[in-house]
């Protein structure tokens, strides 16, 4: 068993780099014996600068996943302390700072999210949630000057990326002191915790060595860090970004079927990747995948898998159901076996127009009401022209009216004025 186990340990270490998750890693052979002897015990840290993590942490997270799934020992840090600092990795400009009740409920919020993720319950290697505010809150000015940042010069931290890049703009004292904080994190977790590994994306690395060079100055020994690549798209727009916005990992904030869209309109150069980033599945089902782009891409049967694969990992279940009930309810037009539920979160993002009254209204003047048509004529012309879509039914009539028996779930209308022109019409 413990053998088999060991394999295990060695074999995490391969296939995340044919995964192409890793970007950088500091000892490359002596952590792979070492993952191989037995557990490692690692951790990311994850700076609460929102209420919801978006899916540029999904990687990350997934990472820690991917170990503790091969039996070693994850650590999720949030930063309640950093979080009220800001890290400079990465930006061209000064972080806003954010009040200590603020950071607190948002360090709250992600504590919550992280724990969909990682087993916390498990008996044989649970996984851990910690906050660094724990042990910076308490660590007083004299302590950091004398005891950690002695072991920083300055041209050592000029010469980081993170610090380097902002040097044209400018940098403040708070935030050039970012590294030494995220340093002393690893240096706590490698004595109190045994944390051997810190995870990072690649803007991340200097602050890792940081870390590593802290533990080795004050005798320890046996740290890594391992950085992921940054996740681009091949046509140059940014990865997580949607057109109504960053895409959450909060359902609240991105819904699960606007989730499921993000992913199902992968382009066919990037899927491949992407499945190999975010999902669990293996070298032979991605290659199978891989073979369906190649030979079929039209039936986007890669897309639709990452889309399912990636849903259920953060949403579960019932998530892929609807929305796959929701795009293909919007696919053919027929809108009325849809939920309420499902029926808003559909249409969130397309026109609405809130009506009120119980009467009904003509066709004509709810087109132009909705702007679904510029004018009357043109609302005529487009009814005849068989155009317009009433709850999924081609309307052929300008005289049609609609009553209180047209509406959906007692409160809606959807109109569709060609194949993909949705517009809500809610009534109050």
Request: aromatic fraction near 8%; proline fraction near 2%; charge should be negative.
């Amino acid at each position: 068993m413990a053998q088999q186990q060991a394999a295990v340990n060695a074999a995490l270490l391969e296939d995340l780099e044919y995964r192409g998750l890793v970007y950088q890693v500091t000892n490359r052979e002596e952590l792979s014996q070492k993952m191989s002897e037995g557990p490692v015990t690692l951790y990311c840290g994850f700076d609460p600068t929102a209420d919801s993590l978006h899916i540029g942490s999904l990687l990350p997270i997934l990472m820690l996943r991917r170990f503790q799934q091969a039996g070693h020992n994850s650590i999720a840090l949030v930063g309640g302390g950093t979080g009220l600092i800001g890290d400079p990795s990465g930006r061209s400009t000064e972080r806003s700072l954010n009040t200590d009740d603020t950071v607190a409920g948002w360090t709250e919020s992600l504590k919550r999210q992280l724990s969909r993720f990682l087993d916390f319950e498990t008996e044989q290697n649970p996984a851990q949630l910690v906050s660094n505010y724990d042990w910076l809150a308490s660590l007083d000015i004299i302590t950091f000057l004398r005891d950690i940042g002695k072991n920083f010069t300055v041209n050592y931290m000029l010469a980081k990326d993170s610090v380097d890049s902002r040097l044209a703009n400018g940098i403040s004292f708070t935030e050039f002191s970012y590294m030494i904080l995220q340093a002393y994190d690893f240096y706590k977790l490698n004595r109190d915790h045994g944390v051997n590994l810190q995870l990072g994306g690649s803007d991340q690395w200097g602050n890792i060595t940081a870390g590593l060079d802290l533990i080795g100055k004050t005798g320890g020994s046996g740290a890594y860090g391992i950085t992921m690549p940054l996740v681009t798209k091949s046509d140059g727009k940014k990865f997580g970004k949607s057109e109504s916005g960053a895409v959450w990992l909060d359902r609240s904030k991105t819904s699960a079927y606007q989730f499921y869209q993000f992913w199902i309109n992968t382009d066919d150069s990037d899927v491949i990747r992407f499945l190999k980033y975010f999902t669990f599945l293996s070298r032979e089902e991605v290659g199978a995948l891989e073979a369906l782009v190649a030979s079929q891409p039209e039936k986007r049967e890669a897309q639709r898998e990452l889309a399912r694969q990636v849903t259920r990992i953060v949403h579960g279940e019932e998530a892929v159901v609807s929305a796959e009930k929701i795009t293909a309810a919007l696919f053919s037009g027929d809108v009325t076996q849809l939920s309420e539920a499902e029926l808003v979160e559909a249409l969130q993002d397309m026109p609405t127009t809130v009506v009120s009254g119980s009467a009904e209204t003509g066709l004509i003047d709810l087109l132009v009401e909705t702007k679904a048509a510029p004018s009357r004529r043109q609302a005529k012309q487009d009814i005849e022209s068989g155009a317009v879509y009433v709850n999924g039914v081609k309307q052929t009539s300008i005289d049609t009216a609609l009553t209180a028996e047209h509406r959906l779930h007692g409160r809606y209308i959807v109109l569709r004025r060609g194949k993909k022109n949705y517009y809500l019409v809610k009534f109050e």
